[in-house]
């Protein structure tokens, strides 16, 4: 299955370069996983690198992201070609969103309800994004964390069944506890990289990555 | 689906393959997502596909709301068979999905956990 799935991937790649318009829109991609897997980190590290600017505010919070923010055209350069690309930074997906979840992070109830709320808006949304707007994905994962999850494992077979190019990525790595084989072992079928987005690390890579994966 | 009538259980409905096969993709949504709604835990014989997946989150988001509905927990056996079928049984929706399935309401299921042969959930009253 995994050898299938990534020679299908690899076809895709070269076959999507071979009839590519060197003037065609920049490709829309979505940068999704759990919430707190550190993904406004590197939308905002990727938006740095390449533009100056940041994507959006980084939070320990859960649902920090209630809305997906987009910054466009980001132009990256990798062995003297440019890949262009919008990237859509989305809230992180959950199958449960409890208010009360907020308020052990010293917030009142109004403002737990009113985040739990927009916080459920933008799960949808990106849900909805990834059956009919984004053209590959960037899908993070903290690497501290167990990735053997129903969430991570329904949306990876979304992405799949879709045929949408997927990056994933083992954030974190700056962190002791961080295990980037579980995330190999959990997705075979793809290849991990691995970085720290707060940090930095490893970010060459990622860029070589994302050239090849959506260029 | 046929209501028991215990106060005080939990109903779990066990639903077949067969029931479920004629449905469209909301209505088997509808169906699952009344059934947690009332507390049930839903048990499906053969899952749903990657793209009903997604439009449950999507719909389950929707409908929560802080009074009386924080979501869902779902499990299922990780051999989703999806990627084993031809690109042309994808095309032609022939999407082998057959992976049981457990879907309760989050607030209800104090926990859920799995292995590739087992789902074992822990479930409290309303």
Excluded: C
């Amino acid at each position: 299955m995994g050898l299938l799935t990534g020679l299908r991937d690899s076809i895709t790649r070269v076959t999507d370069k071979l009839f590519a318009n060197g003037d065609a829109e920049p490709k829309r991609i979505g940068i999704y996983g759990p919430p707190n897997a550190g993904k406004t980190t590197l939308a905002n590290r990727i938006a740095r690198d390449w533009t100056g600017d940041a994507v959006g505010p980084e939070s320990h919070i859960p649902h920090e992201t209630r809305r997906a923010r987009r910054k466009e055209n980001v132009e990256i350069e990798r062995n003297g070609t440019s890949v262009h690309i919008d990237i859509v930074d989305t809230p992180g997906v959950a199958t449960k969103v409890d208010y009360e979840d907020f308020l052990e992070h010293d917030m009142e109830e109004d403002e737990a309800i009113r985040r739990s709320r927009e916080a459920t808006e933008g799960v949808a949304e990106a849900m909805h994004w990834l059956r009919e707007d984004v053209d590959g994905v960037i899908y993070v994962l903290d690497s501290t964390e167990d990735p053997f999850t129903q969430v991570n494992t329904m949306l990876i077979g979304i992405i799949e069944s879709r045929d949408l190019p997927v990056l994933i990525l083992a954030n974190k790595i700056d962190l002791p506890e961080s295990n980037k084989k579980r995330i190999e072992d959990a997705f075979p079928q793809h290849e991990t990289t691995e970085l720290s987005a707060l940090e930095g690390d490893n970010m060459d890579e990622v860029y070589d990555q994302i050239a090849e994966y959506f260029g | 689906m046929p209501e028991i009538e215990h106060a005080d259980g939990v109903q779990i409905d066990l639903i077949s393959g067969e029931r479920m096969e004629e449905k469209t993709s909301m209505e088997k949504i509808r169906m699952i997502l009344d059934g947690v709604h009332e507390g049930k835990i839903v048990i499906l014989e053969e899952g749903l596909t990657p793209d009903e997946e997604s439009r449950l989150i999507e719909v389950t988001m929707t409908e929560i709301n802080p009074d009386d509905f924080s979501g869902i927990e779902i499990e299922s056996f990780p051999q989703s068979q999806t990627s084993n079928g031809s690109l042309l049984d994808r095309i032609m929706g022939r999407e082998q999905t057959s992976k049981l399935t457990v879907i309760g309401p989050a607030n209800q299921i104090e926990s859920l956990h799995k292995d590739e042969t087992l789902i074992s959930a822990l479930v409290s009253r309303r």
